[in-house]
């Protein structure tokens, strides 16, 4: 292994507030998860036994896979801001779009799966989450003016627009450039960017809080859909422009050989193609719930379709 390959795959910037936040973050969802845990199963090991075999949802709220997810979302946000790839995003283009890609579209859908929210709440001492609990009450009770204008900021069409404006925006030549020399701006850019994989992917996950009206299948469907376009356009041009859109590349030195022109063209593609990917893959899994849920549905009584009109069989009577 050549010494800058060394050097780069070994450079970790352990970062006290990233780790704090993460680990913060998984101790109250592991310790609200274990809580609920024992309310719904019980501390008796038979008792816990029989009636996790009663239960065959594996979508269960107590279910063992939901820590797992949120912990592997975890660890990818830490990929993303401690690891090598944080340190080579400064001097390769592709590197910053892996990270970003990590950022938005693989952390969040498995943060959110994992439905955070009752398990951070339960993860609390008990006096604290009490007066959280209640305050989240007021905040998005049925009638309160706070709970109308979340709804109203926190529309499908609006995620869509400050999804797309994040995504677009923060490629603009200016504010790239001006991301990758201040550290406080590519911090920013990073928070809007999780921001923004955050509240698109918990309208597809259906994760609390619930402050609308479930999308159905078919409509989230749609709405992962929707985010292709957008995300494969700047990924096509990027992939295909024949000059530098990033002075700042054009200033540090080059690792491996690898052009600036090249660079960019692997990074428009990794937006273009593995990045589309993923909504196709979130839309297939979406599409294979609604046809498992067409496999169940009851049949028909007789009753309701052997009839003359509805069977239309040659020369019968109508």
Do not use: C
């Amino acid at each position: 292994m050549d010494p800058i390959t060394r050097a780069a795959l070994s450079s970790w910037d352990w970062r006290p507030e990233v780790i704090i936040v993460l680990a913060l973050a998984g101790t109250l969802y592991l310790t609200g998860w274990r809580r609920l845990r024992q309310r719904t199963f019980g501390t008796n090991k038979r008792q816990q036994d029989r009636r996790q075999r009663t239960s065959r949802s594996h979508w269960h709220l107590a279910a063992r896979w939901r820590p797992i997810v949120y912990v592997i979302g975890l660890l990818f946000i830490g990929l993303a801001l401690m690891s090598p790839i944080d340190i080579l995003a400064q001097q390769l283009f592709f590197m910053h779009m892996i990270q970003h890609l990590l950022l938005i579209m693989i952390a969040p859908p498995l943060l959110l799966i994992a439905n955070p929210m009752p398990f951070m709440l339960w993860g609390l001492p008990a006096r604290l989450r009490h007066t959280v609990g209640r305050a989240i009450g007021r905040l998005l009770h049925r009638e309160s003016g706070s709970r109308r204008w979340l709804r109203s900021a926190t529309a499908p069409g609006v995620i869509w627009m400050f999804w797309v404006i994040s995504i677009i925006g923060w490629h603009d030549p200016n504010a790239y450039n001006a991301a990758l020399r201040h550290e406080f701006v590519h911090d920013l850019e990073h928070l809007f960017f999780f921001a923004a994989g955050m509240l698109y992917w918990w309208h597809v996950t259906g994760a609390g809080p619930r402050i609308h009206k479930q999308i159905g299948l078919i409509g989230r469907i749609a709405f992962v859909l929707a985010a292709i376009p957008p995300n494969m356009a700047l990924g096509v041009v990027l992939a295909f422009v024949s000059k530098p859109v990033y002075s700042y590349y054009t200033a540090v030195p080059r690792l491996w050989n690898i052009s600036v022109i090249d660079d960019q063209r692997i990074g428009g593609v990794i937006m273009w193609v593995p990045g589309s990917m993923m909504y196709i893959i979130a839309a297939l899994l979406l599409a294979a719930r609604l046809f498992g849920k067409e496999e169940v549905k009851p049949a028909l009584p007789e009753a309701n379709w052997a009839t003359k009109e509805n069977l239309a069989v040659p020369g019968m009577k109508q």
